[in-house]
T-cell receptor, first 109, second 115 residues
Framework: GQNIDQPTEMTATEGAIVQINCTYQ??????LFWYQQHAGEAPTFLSY????GLEEKGRFSSFLSRSKGYSYLLLKELQMKDSASYLC??????????FGGGTRLMVKP | DVKVTQSSRYLVKRTGEKVFLECVQD?????MFWYRQDPGLGLRLIYF???????EKGDIPEGYSVSREKKERFSLILESASTNQTSMYLC??????????????FGPGTRLLVL
């Protein structure tokens, strides 16, 4: 599997922008997923990147650099409901996912 | 709307008991997965199945077994539960497209406490 590293916790203010970083080992890498998981709930799909660059989806964007083994999730105009854990997951050629430990984001008023 | 359901949200069992966790998906997906989620460790793959009656070990299969008799159902079995198996168990499914990029759809999870 791949080693997926992301910060354990982050705190940001309502209305602000926050960037959650994720690094991974590039061997056997096929693509990268981001999931959102509210406390006590199932992870839900946010984004998938396979090519270098930025993918934008409303307030959420995800970036990938394959050569650097690096991705980030960018959340704009933060809302209180964005308080959740954000999971970075690398996909290998067999379509299996390896997850990072998750980043718990707390949005404060 | 896609749906993955798990038989229980919360479960309390005693050490040594046999435990069955059931997962059902209604999306006709070929692939099904069992993960456990622990604080700081993220989701770790226990077993997966890419077809009926097929199973493959994931990263942490010790102490677990699985059964997939029907396409829509994937069961996780703890033959003799131990306290270190106290965890959140998440089931997921995904289609096979050959392209990559197919997301996994997760069930709501079963929080298991082994006393």
């Amino acid at each position: 599997g791949q080693n997926i590293d992301q910060p354990t916790e982050m705190t940001a203010t309502e209305g602000a922008i926050v960037q959650i970083n994720c690094t991974y080992q590039t061997s056997g890498f096929n693509g990268l997923f981001w999931y959102q998981q509210h406390a006590g709930e199932a992870p839900t799909f946010l984004s998938y990147n396979v090519l270098d660059g930025l993918e934008e989806k409303g307030r959420f964007s995800s970036f990938l650099s394959r050569s650097k083994g690096y991705s980030y999730l960018l959340l704009k105009e933060l809302q209180m409901k964005d308080s959740a854990s954000y999971l970075c997951a690398g996909q290998n050629a067999g379509n299996m996912l390896t997850f990072g430990g998750g980043t718990r984001l707390m949005v404060k008023p | 709307d896609v749906k993955v359901t798990q038989s229980s949200r919360y479960l309390v069992k005693r050490t040594g008991e046999k435990v069955f966790l059931e997962c059902v998906q209604d999306m006709d997906h070929e692939n099904m997965f069992w993960y456990r989620q622990d604080p700081g460790l993220g989701l770790r793959l226990i077993y997966f199945s890419y077809d009926v009656k097929m199973k493959e070990k994931g990263d942490i299969p010790e102490g677990y077994s699985v059964s997939r008799e029907k396409k829509e159902r994937f069961s996780l079995i703890l033959e003799s539960a131990s306290t270190n198996q106290t965890s959140m168990y998440l089931c997921a499914s995904s289609p096979t497209s050959g392209r990559g990029g197919e997301t996994q759809y997760f069930g709501p999870g079963t929080r298991l406490l082994v006393l």
